[in-house]
């Protein structure tokens, strides 16, 4: 099949470019024809490795297409962005002519047999209202519904082409009937195929648990519950460990971030964003993944911190659950979500709570570690549970749906 893929912002960065980068893998093994539209800023082109016959075509910010930042699906990035409810009227004209022109053009120049979207927001909407002859689905990651509680004034124009899809991929179960009621889609068109994991990549290396080693990755921001996590590492000196904390961010946050990072001392590792490779080499000797988020669509980093033979700690949110039902208790334990003010802001009066709870946490699977509770046959079983939530798993199932809806269209 000749599949175009669109996702609105950097396709090497972020949950949603990781999962991109992971479909146009597969879909180029499976002997699949692919294209990408996708935001970059001005003079940084993204890097697409392992892959040999990919056109591209980019919306540039900064300069180039448009002279504004890069709106993020998050209102915290790892790169230069501005939030989508900070858009002026003339600049969301232009994002809009910016990306239907981009998508126009390569269905002229592609010829797609199907266009596969990313988030179900702007881009996707104006994509599906403006090529209605053409089999689309989209993938939810998540950060769509936050967008569509925080940015009520973009629904209409969200709603009126998203509706239309041909089929959505969801992260996870419990997205589905989120997803049929904030869009209205129907429950027959939506599909839980998850979020998967390089299996070549993301292998346990040598471990030693004299001085375990916890990484966290991800964005430094409130968001991702980063304040709260340093403050708990702060109060569990007596045992040993070391922190690296991998993933970028903007400031304020971010300088909060490495302030309290700082206080540890010696014990804490800033090691800034790393390349896929990169972070996998990290989770390959480390004992220890936590992920303390207060907001999660399908955290992709537990499964590949999982299959790298780390015993996970994260906030119990629906996404997690999901995960927890495929890993176990033994892998995968929950830190409580504090009760919140909208979609990530703490309760007045429970960060306290929170630090107290991530540290309880903490320190539990400091002494498991040290007990060896987790045996090698553990692992293996691990493993094996894991399968269905690798990207080969993951596409396959996609896969299907491309080859329906195809199907159904050329009737």
């Known amino acids: 099949m000749k599949i175009l893929h669109l996702l609105s912002q950097r396709p090497d960065s972020t949950g ?115 090529l209605p002859g053409i089999p689309m689905v989209a993938t939810c990651h998540g950060t769509d519904l936050r967008q569509m509680r925080t940015c009520p004034g973009f629904r209409p124009d969200v709603v009126s082409g998203c509706s239309g899809l041909d089929g959505v991929f969801a992260l996870y179960s419990g997205q589905v009937e989120e997803i049929r009621q904030v869009y209205g889609i129907p429950a027959e068109r939506i599909h ?120 996970c700690l994260a906030t119990d949110l629906p996404g997690v659950r999901d995960i927890l039902k495929i890993a176990g208790k033994d892998w995968l334990r929950l830190i409580p979500c504090p009760p919140l003010e909208g979609v990530d802001t703490i309760a007045p009066g429970y960060e306290s709570k929170f630090v107290s709870d991530i540290a309880a946490n903490l320190r539990k699977v400091l002494t498991d570690l040290v007990a060896g509770t987790l045996s090698a046959e553990s692992y293996r079983e691990l493993a094996e549970r894991l399968k269905n939530i690798t990207w080969q798993a993951v596409f396959q199932r996609m896969e299907k749906v491309y080859y329906t809806l195809a199907t159904v269209k050329s009737r």
């Open 16 to 130: 949603s470019g990781t999962t991109l980068q992971a479909i146009l893998m597969e879909s180029e093994k499976s002997g699949h024809e692919n294209m990408v539209v996708a935001g970059i800023q001005e003079g940084a082109l993204p890097f697409f490795p392992g892959l040999s016959n990919l056109r591209t075509r980019f919306v540039t910010f900064g300069g180039g297409d448009l002279p504004f930042p890069m709106p993020g699906m998050s209102d915290v990035m790892p790169y230069p962005a501005m939030r989508f409810s900070d858009l002026t009227d003339r600049q969301l004209s232009s994002y809009n002519d910016a990306f239907k022109t981009a998508v126009l053009e390569s269905v002229d120049r592609f010829r797609p047999d199907i266009i596969h979207s990313n988030h179900l927001w702007l881009a996707t909407s104006l994509a599906r209202r403006s």
């Open 192 to 311: 839980v195929t998850g979020a998967g994991f390089r299996s070549e990549l993301f292998v346990p290396g040598e471990k030693t648990a004299d001085i375990p080693t916890i990484v966290y990755g991800g964005k430094l921001s409130r968001a991702k519950g980063v304040p709260w996590m340093l403050r708990a590492f702060a109060s569990v000196t007596d045992l040993p460990w070391t922190l690296l904390l991998a993933g970028g961010g903007t400031d304020p946050e971010r300088a909060e971030c490495i302030e309290l990072a700082g206080r540890l001392g010696k014990r804490a590792i800033i090691a800034g964003p790393l390349k896929q490779e990169e972070f996998a080499a990290a989770l390959s000797g480390a004992n220890i993944f936590i992920l303390p988020s207060l907001y999660e669509g399908l955290p992709l980093v537990l499964p590949e911190a999982l299959a790298s033979g780390c015993l």
